[in-house]
């Protein structure tokens, strides 16, 4: 695997870690590529304090996604999105922070391992979630992915047993990616407990950086789930703002969740 100069990580999980030594809580939104305005909207984020930015390649089938990005993947699809056009728009978007895609299985099986790795490397993306691919299969994907340097960010969930988290956690690059509650993407009035029971667990069998997704909804949220994580993932919220106010309004919003969670 490609590394950071002077470091055994790959980029993003370098830059993670040195910003958690110095007490940084690391924030991560997801924008749905191929949206209108989606470039503007990743350029909003990087200004306003994100520590890297989660672009969304749209599938047909999601399984994990809510209604607000089915929406923004629909709308993305029938505008002629697909994951050859979106990475070459990531090209462009000259933004100082790391970019990570995430991607259903399919995508990546019909390119080829190899080839799809080296297609995201070379549009500058230094990593991938797959959501839909377990640990017993990621193998092939994972030693293409480690190859091309790129970090693939595993998923847990607050069903996984004991036993299961530290063999999700040596195998995730980046950093590791703590499923805050059953059922897919979408806002919700409070921050479920298993997101803090779970990122709990976590934290006592990795050192890799962890971060709470699905389910942080807000601001306040957002500062709740830091107090026991190393950071959030933040997805429909931030899509609702794109598809109702457009990049502007991502912006002001991911300036606020960053004002929050640096209190």
């Given at each position: 695997?490609?590394?950071?100069?002077?470091?055994?990580?790959?980029?993003m999980?370098?830059e993670?870690?040195?910003k958690?030594?110095?007490?940084?809580?690391?924030?991560?939104p997801?924008?749905?590529?191929?949206?209108?305005?989606?470039?503007?909207?990743?350029?909003?984020?990087?200004?306003?304090?994100?520590?890297?930015?989660?672009?969304?390649?749209?599938?047909?089938?999601?399984?994990?996604?809510?209604p607000?990005?089915?929406?923004?993947?629909?709308?993305a699809?029938?505008?002629?999105?697909?994951?050859?056009?979106?990475?070459?728009?990531?090209?462009?978007?000259?933004?100082?922070?790391?970019?990570?895609?995430?991607?259903?299985?399919?995508?990546?099986?019909?390119?080829?391992?190899?080839?799809?790795?080296?297609?995201?490397?070379?549009?500058?993306v230094?990593?991938?979630?797959?959501?839909?691919?377990?640990?017993?299969?990621?193998?092939?994907?994972?030693a293409?992915?480690?190859?091309?340097?790129?970090?693939?960010?595993?998923?847990?969930?607050?069903?996984?047993?004991?036993?299961?988290?530290?063999?999700?956690?040596?195998?995730?690059?980046?950093?590791?990616?703590?499923?805050?509650?059953?059922?897919?993407?979408?806002?919700?009035?409070?921050?479920?407990?298993?997101?803090a029971?779970?990122?709990?667990?976590?934290?006592?069998?990795?050192?890799?950086?962890?971060?709470?997704?699905v389910?942080?909804?807000?601001a306040?949220?957002?500062?709740?789930?830091?107090?026991?994580?190393?950071?959030?993932?933040?997805?429909?919220?931030?899509?609702?703002?794109?598809?109702?106010?457009?990049?502007?309004?991502?912006?002001?919003?991911?300036?606020?969740?960053?004002?929050?969670?640096?209190?």
């Open positions: 695997m490609s590394t950071a100069p002077n470091t055994p990580y790959g980029v999980e370098t993670f870690r040195a958690r030594a110095v007490g940084r809580k690391l924030l991560v997801y924008i749905t590529g191929g949206y209108p305005g989606w470039q503007d909207a990743v350029r909003a984020c990087a200004a306003a304090g994100a520590d890297a930015i989660e672009i969304g390649i749209p599938f047909s089938d999601p399984v994990m996604d809510g607000i990005i089915q929406q923004a993947s629909q709308a699809l029938e505008g002629g999105a697909t994951p050859v056009s979106i990475l070459h728009e990531v090209r462009s978007l000259d933004v100082s922070v790391p970019i990570a895609v995430m991607l259903y299985y399919n995508t990546v099986h019909h390119a080829g391992h190899e080839r799809f790795a080296a297609q995201l490397r070379s549009a500058g230094v990593a991938a979630i797959v959501p839909d691919l377990p640990l017993e299969e990621s193998g092939p994907w994972c293409a992915a480690d190859a091309a340097g790129i970090e693939t960010v595993m998923l847990a969930a607050p069903t996984a047993p004991d036993e299961r988290l530290p063999r999700v956690a040596a195998r995730s690059r980046g950093f590791l990616y703590s499923v805050g509650l059953l059922g897919v993407t979408g806002e919700r009035t409070e921050l479920a407990a298993t997101a029971a779970l990122a709990v667990r976590l934290k006592a069998v990795t050192d890799v950086p962890v971060l709470i997704g389910g942080v909804s807000n306040a949220q957002a500062k709740e789930a830091v107090q026991v994580a190393d950071g959030v993932v933040m997805g429909a919220s931030v899509v609702r703002r794109l598809i109702e106010g457009g990049a502007d309004a991502v912006g002001e919003y991911i300036a606020e969740v960053r004002r929050a969670i640096d209190e």
